[in-house]
């Protein structure tokens, strides 16, 4: 798939070009780059701010981001200090919340805002704050696996990266979907099993809506009620609450109980939730492998595979990282009991929507008596392989060297393994075990 890049940078947009080159041969537009005036640059962003006053002064159908039409993908180094004009020393958080609302563009890149992370040991994010979609340093993007999800043994290529050749094709699917059913609760529309919505963390849920609880709390609304709407009326991430507001007439107007129908401020509301959702997934669902487990963690953590013990082959278990169609690179008798379990995402189907990974309802797998008596007539599976997070492999770590870390997600797999490669920085090391 070959992408539109575009690289806003007001000092070095050549490097930013030259790093993405040597990883994918896609052509990446890097206005100002023959322009040490910044005078196309600056054009651009005027642009986007212009048709911010006029989205948010309550006429979104007038708001023009011509320049950002048929991008799959803006590359935003986070200081744009050097631009004059904007009233404000400029930020990619200043302007990656206008580009996911207001333009086409699907995805959103922020760089070098955190320069000594590298491997986020905290969260698997890369920045928790970002209104981007991802946080990540200039020097990565020049790694093959960020954009293909492929890498060789022992290579740096974290896991929780998402493959930025199919980012553009998932979030416009995200929001389609979203758009389609901005009045439908969340969960129920997400195909979200009750044993599941029922052990959501009290920080899935509050991000959802923050006054929704369980069921059983005291919240004004039940976690399960939530729509896609209501979590664009309450939540801040993208667009602040006087901007969502001036949609409909100014900071003081009212944002209506149910969807718009203004088309524009649907796609507005759309744009938003799908980029923030899918944050949702990445930190509190798939991040935590409580609820949703992927194949490399589901053998990790079940160490199923008939008759292998401390016998087992750590370069077959890594197939179930590199594998995206049935089985998974799982054991066929373990596969065909867990199937049923497994996330039919948007559309009722394994369409890989809001995960890039083929994923299952770990609660389920967990209830099911098959799954019982299967490692039941299995018990001897204890060996010392481990799935290294930042290399998507699994090793011996009897004799190879591992490092232990713990995550800030919450209740899940709590210790994880790094391999720990030279020349890349793991932030912050106090989550690496002592």
Same mark, same amino acid.
């Given at each position: ?186 969960? %129920? ?159 009722? %189907? ?85």
């Amino acid at each position: 798939m070959t992408l539109q890049i575009l690289a806003i940078d007001d000092r070095d947009p050549e490097t930013i070009v030259a790093t993405i080159n040597e990883a994918v041969a896609f052509e990446v537009t890097a206005p100002g780059k023959d322009d040490p005036e910044k005078t196309e640059l600056t054009a651009f962003l005027t642009q986007l701010f212009d048709a911010a006053k006029i989205a948010f002064e309550g006429d979104p159908s007038s708001a023009k981001t011509d320049s950002f039409s048929n991008i799959d993908l803006v590359i935003l180094d986070f200081g744009l200090t050097t631009l004059s004009g904007f009233g404000v020393r400029l930020t990619a958080e200043h302007i990656a919340g206008y580009i996911r609302a207001l333009t086409d563009v699907p995805y959103v890149v922020s760089l070098n805002k955190l320069g000594d992370v590298d491997f986020d040991l905290k969260y698997l994010l890369g920045d928790f704050d970002t209104r981007a979609d991802l946080a990540l340093n200039t020097k990565l993007l020049r790694i093959p696996g960020l954009w293909s999800g492929e890498t060789e043994a022992g290579k740096f290529c974290p896991w929780y990266w998402p493959r930025l050749n199919e980012a553009a094709k998932r979030r416009k699917a995200q929001i389609e979907f979203i758009k389609e059913n901005l009045d439908q609760p969340i969960l %129920q529309s997400l195909n979200f099993p009750e044993d599941v919505v029922e052990q959501l963390s009290l920080q899935a849920i509050a991000f959802l809506s923050p006054d929704a609880d369980d069921g059983e709390g005291h919240g004004h609304g039940n976690v399960r009620d939530v729509t896609f709407w209501q979590h664009f009326r309450s939540s801040n991430r993208t667009l602040i609450r006087d901007d969502r507001r001036g949609l409909f007439g100014g900071p003081d107007a009212e944002i209506p109980l149910t969807a718009s129908g203004d088309d524009n401020i649907r796609t507005i509301a759309a744009r938003v939730v799908a980029g923030e959702l899918d944050f949702w997934f990445r930190r509190d669902i798939l991040g935590p492998q409580r609820l949703l487990i992927d194949a490399p963690h589901l053998q990790a953590k079940y160490r199923f595979r008939p008759g292998e013990g401390e016998k087992a082959n750590p370069e077959a278990w890594t197939g179930t990282e590199k594998e995206f169609t049935p089985k998974f690179g799982l054991a066929a008798e373990f596969y065909n009991i867990i199937k049923d379990f497994e996330f039919k995402q948007a559309y009722g %189907q394994v369409d890989l929507v809001w995960t890039d990974k083929p994923c299952f309802w770990l609660p389920q797998i967990e209830k099911s008596d098959a799954f019982d008596l299967l490692a039941a007539n299995h018990p001897k599976r204890q060996n010392n392989i481990v799935f290294c997070e930042d290399t998507r492999q699994f090793i011996d770590s009897k004799t190879n060297a591992v490092n232990r870390f713990e995550t800030a997600l919450g209740r899940g797999i709590d210790v994880r393994y790094v391999q720990k490669i030279d020349d890349f920085q793991y932030s912050p090391q106090s989550h690496l075990a002592r």
